[in-house]
């Protein structure tokens, strides 16, 4: 951990003021999908501490996605809550937008959980409530392939099913945040169609620019935006279209997306991986989620937490004001909170 933080530590200085800054001044960097390693061990959990010193206030670490089961997410959940509950002068688990403030205030970073799925759901909307109740505070729809509730991204997608919307309409009660990342195109917009509180794309990229299927038309980005959601601009090289996962590269997708619906509907969630070498084997033992024809090969390099200052550099030599670069952060994915939570 500590080679870690040394070998970052010139990156941060050079943005560390413009980042601080404009938290000083009410903003809140809110990364909206991270993903640990999904096993009941440390080793990699100390790594949060590079979001906090790289100027984050809130994350959202993945704990389950695809075809994993119920007893897999709660064992996840479980284990990632007793840690921070160890780290407690660090980190919090925050129920509401005014724990986010206070943890800020405090400097702590809060972390919230998603699924990436609604397999962890099964048949049983009920479920919904208690992964809320341990913090899970988003959930999409399906992971690039199909499940009981909709269509995904890589797929014959055959659209939102009658147990996708009970789920939805369970989610919208209890306060989670609905997020159609992953999720096939039809599918998509069925709950664009449906949903009555704002939908997220949480870590999607213009397809406009990058053509993928795991990225998204301007059709879905303007849906999104009318729901009152948020598109997350995400940190893959193969889905940026620059393998090297370059600010520049990030940049040039919130300048598109910010054009295209709005700057008050775009964020960033890197969907950055800390095991990057256990990400490349995942990906070469499941061709049936990533197929290699479309482009899921070796080198998968992903834009890191450390390139947060950078980004906020980039974007006001790029003519933003302060107050949009503080949306664009994290206040939009604050607001959609302030919205959706209970």
């Given at each position: 951990m500590v080679r870690v933080m040394k070998?970052?530590?010139?990156?941060?200085q050079a943005g560390a003021r413009a980042i601080d800054h404009i938290r000083a001044a009410g903003g809140v960097v809110?990364?909206?999908?991270?993903c640990m390693p999904l096993r009941c061990e440390d080793s990699f959990l100390p790594d949060l501490e590079r979001c906090r010193v790289s100027g984050l206030d809130v994350v959202s670490l993945n704990v389950g996605f695809g075809d994993q089961s119920i007893e897999e997410h709660i064992r996840i959940l479980a284990y990632f809550r007793a840690w921070i509950s160890r780290h407690a002068d660090k980190y919090v688990i925050p129920r509401t937008v005014a724990d986010i403030r206070a943890a800020k205030a405090a400097g702590k970073l809060s972390v919230v959980f998603d699924i990436e799925g609604m397999r962890a759901v099964d048949e049983e909307p009920a479920l919904v409530q208690l992964y809320y109740d341990l913090g899970v505070k988003w959930m999409l729809v399906a992971y690039n392939r199909n499940n009981k509730a909709g269509g995904g991204c890589q797929d014959d997608d055959q659209g939102l099913t009658d147990l996708g919307?009970?789920?939805?309409?369970?989610?919208e009660r209890v306060g989670m945040v609905v997020c159609c990342s992953h999720t096939g195109y039809r599918t998509?917009?069925?709950?664009?169609?449906?949903?009555r509180k704002p939908v997220l794309f949480s870590h999607s990229n213009p397809r406009a620019l990058v053509e993928h299927p795991r990225n998204i038309p301007d059709d879905l980005m303007d849906s999104c935006?009318?729901?009152?959601?948020v598109v997350g601009i995400n940190g893959v090289g193969k889905f940026l279209g620059d393998m090297s996962a370059s600010t520049d590269a990030i940049v040039r997708h919130l300048d598109y997306a910010v054009e295209r619906i709005g700057v008050d509907h775009v964020g960033l969630s890197l969907d950055y991986c800390f095991d990057e070498a256990e990400l490349e084997n995942y990906i070469k033992a499941h061709p049936e989620l990533f197929p290699p024809e479309q482009g899921y090969t070796s080198g998968f390099t992903i834009a890191r937490p450390e390139q947060y200052p950078e980004i906020t550099d980039a974007l006001l030599e790029r003519g933003y004001d302060e107050k949009d670069v503080a949306k664009i952060l994290g206040l939009n994915f604050l607001r959609v909170a302030e919205q959706v939570w209970r």
């Open positions: 070998q970052h530590n010139a990156e941060l809110w990364d909206n999908h991270l919307r009970r789920i939805i309409d369970e989610m998509a917009r069925e709950v664009l169609e449906y949903a935006a009318a729901t009152g959601g």
